[in-house]
Nanobody, 115 residues
Framework: QVQLLESGGGSVQAGGSLRLSCAASGIIFSRVPMGWYRQAPGKQREQVALISSGSVPVYANSVKGRFTISRDNAKNTVSLQMNSLKPEDTAVYYC?????????WGQGTQVTVSS
């Protein structure tokens, strides 16, 4: 059973930083891509960052230069360091993986950025 458990969300003022973490289980972690999506109220869920099994990152244009995704294959965790946060980054952030032909998301963690 694939499980993705996020932590680290919260509230911060614009310009601040937050770090999200996701602990994965039920998968061969080192062999799968991991990532983060987000969904703001009234908007579709969008990809924020992905990291391949070989640790190659890909970022949405809106977060390039501000967010950094990383993975620790020894601990089965993926993290998202978010700096220079903006009010438009406010959303529920979801951990993501693609495993054996299916997409999986965690339950989500709220990030709120106030101006």
């Amino acid at each position: 059973q694939v499980q993705l458990l996020e932590s680290g969300g919260g509230s911060v003022q614009a310009g601040g930083s937050l770090r999200l973490s996701c602990a994965a289980s039920g998968i061969i972690f080192s062999r799968v891509p991991m990532g983060w999506y987000r969904q703001a109220p009234g908007k579709q869920r969008e990809q924020v960052a992905l990291i391949s099994s070989g640790s190659v990152p890909v970022y949405a244009n809106s977060v390039k230069g501000r967010f950094t995704i990383s993975r620790d294959n020894a601990k089965n965790t993926v993290s998202l360091q978010m700096n220079s946060l903006k009010p438009e980054d406010t959303a529920v952030y979801y951990c993501y993986t693609y495993y054996l032909g299916s997409n999986y998301w965690g339950q989500g963690t709220q990030v709120t950025v106030s101006s």
